[in-house]
């Protein structure tokens, strides 16, 4: 079945160092949506990009959509505190397009 | 708007034991899909309901069923519970359907004893 996976599962940062996570699907997605969680909370979504080779920004969150919609890209400049979480990327999957959620990569912020 | 909201938030159950679950979805959302959290599994999906129809299911046993109500409102049922059950169950409402931005509740943190 389709895979959704993410690497780093786990980065350690100084605040104020930037940050990436990749997104990597087995599939050709027709949207990917990037969720963020907070220690003891629940995901929250942040974004949904659906064209190819879409970017798009949030202060100072940069997310991209990969050429072949296969790939995505979540870029945090300037890491703070606030950002600590785990970020999770999503695509419909399957035959009825249900929602896959990536591995996850959980982002630490030393201050 | 209200949010998505889940009940009970904590539950505690031994073995063999069932439960049901309960989320409440935002006022007009008429999608609801449940997830299972777990550190070493993530977040896996269980189902998707739709207008009061399973549209999706994930690859969980027939323990795990659910049901969507007329006002969109959503229950799941554990049955026969497993030490492995023990988990963060994830409700999440969307106003298209299951491939849409999910709007997520707190969950509900089930401990099987």
């Known amino acids: 079945g389709q895979q959704v996976m993410q690497i780093p599962q786990y980065q350690h940062v100084q605040e104020g160092e930037d940050f990436t996570t990749y997104c990597n699907s087995s599939?050709?997605?027709?949207?990917i949506q990037w969720y963020k969680q907070r220690p003891g909370g629940h995901p929250v979504f942040l974004i949904q990009l659906v064209k190819s080779g879409e970017v798009k920004k949030q202060k100072r969150l940069t997310f991209q959509f990969g050429e072949a919609k296969k790939n995505s890209s979540l870029h945090i400049t300037a890491t703070q505190t606030t950002d600590v979480g785990t970020y999770f990327c999503?695509?419909?999957?399957?035959?009825?397009?249900?929602?896959?959620f990536g591995t996850g990569t959980l982002l630490a912020v030393q201050p | 708007k209200a949010g998505v909201t889940q009940t009970p938030r904590y539950l505690i159950k031994t073995r063999g034991q069932q439960v049901t679950l309960s989320c409440s979805p935002i006022?007009?959302?008429?999608?609801v899909s449940w997830y299972q959290q777990t550190p070493g599994q993530g977040l896996q999906f269980l189902f998707e309901?739709?207008?009061?129809?399973?549209?999706n299911k994930g690859n969980f046993p027939g323990r795990f069923s659910g049901r969507q109500f007329s006002n969109s409102r959503s229950e799941m049922n554990v049955s026969t519970l497993e030490l492995g059950d023990s988990a963060l169950y994830l409700c999440?409402?969307?106003?298209?359907?299951?491939?849409?931005?999910?709007?997520f509740g707190d969950g509900t943190r089930l401990s099987i004893l």
């Open positions: 599939t050709t997605l027709s949207n």
């Open positions: 006022s007009g959302h008429r999608s």
């Open positions: 999503a695509g419909p999957g399957g035959a009825t397009n249900k929602l896959i």
């Open positions: 999440a409402s969307s106003a298209g359907q299951g491939d849409q931005p999910q709007h």
């Open positions: 309901y739709f207008s009061e129809t399973q549209r």
